[in-house]
């Protein structure tokens, strides 16, 4: 029975009471003969009834999205050959080489204003449905430093991981603090790979 109905019902019985012709007395609800008075009681359980239902109504949970802050390995410098536009801030990318001075393994890596991945993951990515990102080519080459320090090393195949996407439509992107941010999804798939020396700052959002 509806809010409304038990209203009228109550409202009803309240002036039904009051017109009766009997002439055996009979109780009554308020004692007083007064229609006005019958509406504001009315009035009255109306709200409280209504809050009642408002109450037991559940309110619906907000989704949360859970995005993630990377601060990958800096391996070495940009090297002389890339091209950038410094008129703009952060710089403008057109050309990338890379210079190693050491590597740690992982598989992110990160040189102000660019990021890196090793191949195996940019072939991972590049089979996923994660959007915000496109892979590009780049020069990589050791330095006399990371010849001398790390022989042994033998430098990784790299793409260029260039970014994208825009805050809450893409798995990638690059927030007002210029750092790479990446979607649940998006974590979950960069775990599977070497990820030891990348500082991760997990943020929780709700939609």
């Known amino acids: 029975m509806s809010v409304r109905i038990v209203i009228s019902l109550i409202a009803g019985g309240v002036i039904n009471e009051e017109l009766s012709l009997s002439p055996t007395p009979v109780a009554r609800f308020t004692g007083v003969n007064d229609p006005l008075f019958t509406l504001i009681y009315a009035s009255i359980i109306y709200l409280l009834l209504t809050g009642i239902v408002k109450g037991s109504q559940k309110?619906?949970?907000?989704?949360?999205l859970n995005q993630y802050i990377l601060e990958p390995?800096?391996?070495g410098e940009l090297g002389e050959k890339t091209i950038l536009d410094t008129s703009v801030h952060p710089p403008i990318v057109s050309h990338l080489q890379l210079i190693f001075k050491g590597w740690m393994g992982d598989d992110l890596l990160e040189n102000f204003p660019v990021f890196?991945?090793?191949?195996r993951l940019g072939n991972e990515l590049e089979k996923s449905n994660l959007t915000g990102f496109e892979l590009r080519e780049c020069t990589v080459e050791s330095s006399e430093e990371f010849e001398v320090f790390n022989p042994a090393i033998k430098l990784p195949e790299l793409s260029w991981l260039h970014i994208t996407g825009t805050k809450d439509t893409s798995d990638?992107?690059?927030?007002?603090k210029n750092q790479l941010t990446a979607s649940e999804n998006a974590y979950v798939l960069l775990t599977r790979f070497n990820l030891k020396y990348c500082n991760i700052v997990k943020e929780n959002r709700f939609r």
Not at 59 to 64: E, M, R
Not at 116 to 119: A, D, R, S, Y
Not at 172 to 176: L, T
């Open 116 to 119: 890196l991945v090793t191949k």
């Open 73 to 75: 390995e800096v391996p």
């Open 172 to 176: 990638f992107h690059i927030n007002h």
């Open 59 to 64: 309110k619906p949970q907000l989704q949360q």
